[in-house]
């Protein structure tokens, strides 16, 4: 059964490339593009992986991946941050808040995919 990727991205483009990487790839991946449906979405689809964008309207992915780790549900499902805050510091303060994974934007290909395998793989499930 394929690997199941929730990608929370509110660019069409950014969300359109992770999706169809990922399917290329053969992961089963669910697109969420408002960051207030990312939990929910996340109960219902239960993803072996959550792709967080951190720059999302009315709420920060930072937000969103310290109320999934606190989620009894969610709180093991790998994260693995993207995003254009790319200065000193924010990879601690996004690790801090529970991402097991970091990828400054503009992200290549090669790295996402290494990042997503790694996760997936740790995850074991």
Sequence with gaps: MAKRILVVEDNDLNRKLFCDVLKAHGYAVEPCADGMLALDAARQFVPNLIIMDIQLPNVSGLDLIEAAKKD????????????????????????????????????????FMA??????EKAGV
């Design 72 to 111: 009894a549900t969610l709180r093991t499902i790998p994260v693995l941050a993207v995003t254009a805050y790319a200065g000193k510091g924010d990879e601690e303060r996004i690790r801090d808040a529970g991402a097991e994974g970091y990828l400054a934007k503009p992200v290549s290909i090669g790295p």
């Design 115 to 120: 990042a997503v395998r790694g996760l997936v």
